[in-house]
C-alpha cells in the first residue's frame, strides 16, 4: 500500500535559522508531489507542487523541495525561516493516473522569535 | 470569493444525533473529497468524488455517507454520532479527471460530540 512517512513530528527553530523537513514515500510508480502548510486555526494551503522536469521546485513564501526519485524523497527546504513560518507542513503524494491523495502525518514546525 | 466553503463551520451535538455539514466549490472542479483530520493534526481521506461518482471511498463507518447533488457540491451525513467522530472535517476539490492536481481546501468543520 503506497504510504507517505514525514519523519519528523515536531521541529523546533530560532528565526533566520535553515530549514528542511523529510518526506518520503513508498510508491513505485510515476507520482505527484505537493507541500501543504496549515497555519494554526486554518486550512490547508499549497506551498508547492512537483509534477515533472526541474526536480527543484521553488515555491511561495521563500520554500523549495527537491524530488530524488532515486530516494522516493521529497524534502522541502527554507534558507532562512520566519516566525510567521510557524504551522503545520503536510507532504502529499498523488499516484499517476489516480484522482487519490495520500498525506503524511505532518510536522509542526515551531519558529521562536 | 471563496473558493470552497463549507457549512457550517462548527458543529456541537450530542452523541446519537445526525448530522450534516455541506461542501461547495466554485472553482469549475471535477473532484471533491471529504478528509478528517484528528486532534493530532493526522489528515485522513475519507471519501472522493468525480463528476458526482464516488472513486474513494476508505474504510469508514458506514454510519458517514456522502451526497454529491452536483459536481459543484459534496454533502456529508453522519448517522448516530459518537465521541470519536469529533475532529475537523475539511472539503477539497481538484481539477482532472484521471490525475489529482493541487487540492484546494475549504476552511474546515470542527464537529463536537459530546
Known amino acids: 500500500a503506497q504510504s507517505v512517512s514525514q519523519h519528523n513530528h515536531h521541529v523546533i527553530l530560532s528565526e533566520a535559522a535553515s530549514l528542511e523537513l523529510g518526506c518520503n514515500y513508498s510508491y513505485g510508480g510515476t507520482v505527484n508531489l505537493f507541500w501543504y502548510v496549515q497555519y494554526p486555526g486554518q486550512h490547508l494551503q499549497l506551498l508547492l507542487k512537483y509534477f515533472s522536469g526541474d526536480p527543484l521546485v521553488k515555491g511561495i513564501k521563500g520554500f523549495e523541495a527537491e524530488f530524488i526519485k532515486s530516494k522516493f524523497s521529497f524534502n522541502l527546504r527554507k534558507p532562512s525561516v520566519q516566525w510567521s513560518d510557524t504551522a503545520e507542513y503536510f507532504c502529499?503524494?498523488?499516484?499517476?493516473?489516480?484522482?487519490?491523495?495520500?498525506f503524511g502525518a505532518g510536522t509542526r514546525l515551531t519558529v521562536k522569535p | 470569493d471563496t473558493a470552497v466553503s463549507q457549512t457550517p463551520k462548527y458543529l456541537v451535538t450530542q452523541m446519537g444525533n445526525d448530522k450534516s455539514i455541506k461542501c461547495e466549490q466554485n472553482l469549475g472542479h471535477d473532484t471533491m473529497y471529504w478528509y478528517k483530520q484528528d486532534s493530532k493534526k493526522f489528515l485522513k481521506i475519507m471519501f472522493s468524488?468525480?463528476?458526482?461518482?464516488?472513486?474513494i471511498n476508505e474504510t469508514v463507518p458506514n454510519r458517514f455517507s456522502p451526497k454529491s447533488p452536483d459536481k459543484a457540491h459534496l454533502n456529508l451525513h453522519i448517522n448516530s454520532l459518537e465521541l470519536g467522530d469529533s475532529a475537523v472535517y475539511f472539503c477539497?476539490?481538484?481539477?482532472?479527471?484521471?490525475?489529482?492536481?493541487?487540492?484546494?481546501f475549504g476552511p474546515g468543520t470542527r464537529l463536537t460530540v459530546t
Open positions: 502529499a503524494v498523488n499516484p499517476y493516473n489516480n484522482n487519490d491523495m495520500r
Open positions: 477539497a476539490s481538484s481539477q482532472g479527471t484521471h490525475r489529482a492536481y493541487e487540492q484546494y
Open positions: 468524488y468525480n463528476n458526482k461518482e464516488l472513486i
